[in-house]
């Protein structure tokens, strides 16, 4: 036991658990104040959300292959059920968010079953067809009554508990990022022991050969109804703590370009990966920014009218990053880790720990990598 | 019943549009293996490219040829600039770039020709009244559209089947490696295949734009159609892509019709998810064998 707590890893977490504990009250200090705001933590806790969504559709495409360009449509009907629990059944939060995962992970099962015979472009399309009809079916009106029709569901806004407010200050902004930061880590947990565990093998082997995944005895209509299970209740999950943060969903609120966006973060991100999903909903966070700070600052941006080609910044952008880092952010800091000669790296605390000569060679090795 | 026939023949109108986009979607795909989400952009760029070359010379058949060469030189240049460093990548990448030049040409179009649509000009032979057939109306453009899909379908039969190059590039988009192996200029046939998908996207704009209007979101809402007409028809089939696109067209308008307008869309997806289930290839599509 305190050898586990001594591995360079554990410190490490534990650094970066302060970090994200500290952080919605950084900014009242000096120094960061310069950097940090509320709207900052209001930034970090759409981090949060976008975590849970993406690393449920990295489960799908990523570790069992089947691309989904309708994703949103999951994040749209998880926002809608915690919206319909939270203001027509009164539900508290923890629930509705809870049943709004589970029942949209549901949803997704089922849908799934229909997925098992399509591939490839054809799955891609089908799944798009999910985001293109959704507004529609929310809109019509033999369930306006609960989706409230063009004008969506606006509920009360979140309250943040008066024991936290009295002893902590803690404002809306705080409270909403600690909730979706523990929500995040909790499912950034299961997803890490989901993809090391017989089911996360089983999607693995379904991707690289689907012939191969049956004859060594994987259910593959099982698995892959599975797949699309799984990274639904995370979509769920999502929608609703985004509904929780924004207190109003509407059939316009989920697109097909936010859709087609989801695909293109975890591809920037690293197909197939825990920090891949990561990487991606930072990017997808910091994306606007990150296009404002290039406006502002190209030169000559104003000759060639860049505020005006916005768009374009971003496409070229994301062409050029993908041919750059095919394989994402995490793919490329993989390779580099394999690429160097004699295998990976030993990281320096490990050397550190090594020299003093707190474990054994093989311990100390072990807990490196 | 005659509304019924009127009701038909505007599906079939309207599906004509998807079928003729969805057929450049199916030459891409066909001699490339990619699912082209620019498609649309592509096809607006070169209406739009039409369009100020008409406003030099008001003559539509010069700015329509000389349209067709500027499409060749786009598709090749687009092949050659974003896609080429991305084909031996991961499977998603090349989409991921194709979704990249959407974002660049809208915006691209957006500054230069600015978003106000735009009145575009119909061949001659296009203008008119309406033609009757039996009790339905159908207007001249729609069925010119409908000639240069089959004329296009046909086309690309012939080119794929009975040329040899035609051949070369089916063989590259199902294998690069035995492609390669048997002496096919891999690079080369894939280059080709964006320069005839982008001269197919050209004329399909310049035949829409009269009825669209021109702008730089002409294409946005009939590409998601010919995206589906083309899964229906199956994405390597020409024909497929016709069938396809026309019963896109016509499921569209009869649940309109008689199921209800607020409706139409998802009743037209249903439909096609039905039959993919039933041919998860789409209609014409060919199965893929695969030997362990």
């Known amino acids: ?369 | 019943m005659d509304q019924f026939i009127q009701q038909f023949a505007t599906g079939l109108s309207t599906g004509s549009l998807y079928a003729i986009i969805a057929l450049a979607l199916v030459l891409i795909y066909r001699s490339t293996g990619i699912v082209n989400f620019a498609q649309g952009e592509m096809a607006m760029f070169m209406t739009f490219t039409a369009w100020s070359v008409w406003n030099w010379d008001s003559n539509f058949w010069l700015a329509f040829f000389i349209t067709l060469i500027i499409a060749a030189a786009f598709g090749a240049l687009i092949e050659l600039v974003a896609l080429r460093p991305v084909e031996s990548g991961p499977v998603l990448n090349p989409i991921i770039v194709t979704i990249g030049l959407v974002l660049i040409l809208d915006s691209l179009a957006l500054r230069i020709w600015q978003g106000q649509p735009k009145p575009f000009p119909s061949p001659a032979m296009f203008k008119g009244a309406p033609l009757s057939i039996g009790p339905a109306d159908i207007s001249r453009t729609n069925v010119g559209v409908f000639c240069m899909s089959l004329l296009i379908m046909a086309l690309i039969y012939l080119f794929f089947n009975k040329t040899k190059v035609g051949l070369a590039m089916r063989a590259t988009a199902q294998d690069r490696v035995a492609g390669s192996l048997v002496g096919i200029r891999v690079g080369r046939m894939l280059a080709l295949g964006w320069v005839l998908s982008s001269m197919v996207g050209a004329v399909a704009g310049m035949l829409l734009a009269p009825t669209l209007f021109l702008s730089p979101t002409m294409m946005a809402g009939a590409l998601l159609f010919a995206f589906a007409a083309a899964v229906l028809g199956g994405l390597d089939s020409p024909v497929g892509a016709i069938v396809g696109g026309l019963t896109m067209g016509v499921v569209q308008n009869m649940a309109g019709t008689y199921i209800g307008s607020n409706i139409d869309i998802t009743v037209a997806f249903v439909v096609i998810i039905a039959i993919l289930l039933v041919r998860p290839r789409g209609l014409f599509g060919r199965k893929a064998i695969q030997r362990v």
Not at chain 1, 7 to 12: A, D, G, W
Not at chain 1, 182 to 208: C, E, H, K, Q, Y
Not at chain 1, 250 to 259: A, E, K, R
Not at chain 1, 301 to 314: D, P, Q, T, V, Y
Request: proline share 4%; with cysteine.
């Open chain 1, 1 to 369: 036991m305190v050898r586990v707590l001594l591995r360079p890893r554990t410190f490490v977490m534990a650094a970066g658990l302060a970090v994200l504990i500290a952080f919605p009250y950084l900014y009242r200090l000096p120094f960061f104040d310069n950097y940090l705001s509320d709207f900052r933590t209001f930034q970090a806790t759409r981090f949060a959300i976008w975590i849970i969504v993406l690393m449920g559709l990295n489960l799908l495409t990523g570790y069992s292959g089947q691309i989904s360009l309708g994703h949103a449509a999951f994040v749209a009907v998880g926002a809608y059920i915690a919206a319909i629990l939270m203001k027509d059944a009164g539900l508290p939060v923890f629930a509705a968010v809870l049943a709004a995962a589970l029942l949209t992970g549901l949803l997704g099962f089922l849908i799934g079953a229909p997925a098992l015979r399509l591939s490839g472009p054809y799955l891609a399309i089908a799944t798009l067809a999910l985001i293109i009809v959704l507004p529609q079916i929310l809109k019509h009106p033999s369930i306006d009554q609960w989706t409230g029709g063009v004008s969506g569901i606006r509920i009360s806004s979140p309250r943040v508990p008066a024991s936290m407010h009295n002893n902590l200050d803690m404002n809306t902004d705080q409270w909403l990022y600690y909730n979706c930061m523990l929500a995040a880590l909790i499912m950034t947990a299961m997803a890490w022991s989901v993809t090391r565990s017989r089911l996360g093998r089983a999607f693995i082997a379904l991707r690289d050969s689907e012939i191969g995944a049956q004859q060594m005895g994987i259910n593959v209509s099982l698995y892959k109804m599975t797949a699309f299970g799984l990274s639904s209740l995370y979509a769920g999950a999502g929608g609703a703590l985004y509904l929780y943060q924004q207190y109003y969903v509407g059939p316009t609120s989920f697109d097909i370009t936010f859709s087609l966006t989801l695909l293109i973060m975890i591809v920037l991100g690293g197909l197939a990966s825990i920090s891949g999903a990561v990487f991606a909903a930072l990017i997808f966070t910091v994306k606007d920014d990150l296009t404002n700070f290039i406006v502002a600052h190209i030169p000559f941006g104003e000759k060639i009218g860049i505020e005006s080609s916005r768009g374009a910044l971003f496409g070229l952008l994301l062409i050029v990053s993908i041919i750059f880092t095919p394989r994402g952010i995490a793919g490329n800091l993989r390779k580099q880790k394999e690429a160097r000669p004699g295998g990976p790296r030993k990281s320096r605390i490990a050397a550190l720990v090594n020299k003093i000569g707190l474990f054994s060679r093989k311990e100390a090795q072990a807990s490196s990598d």
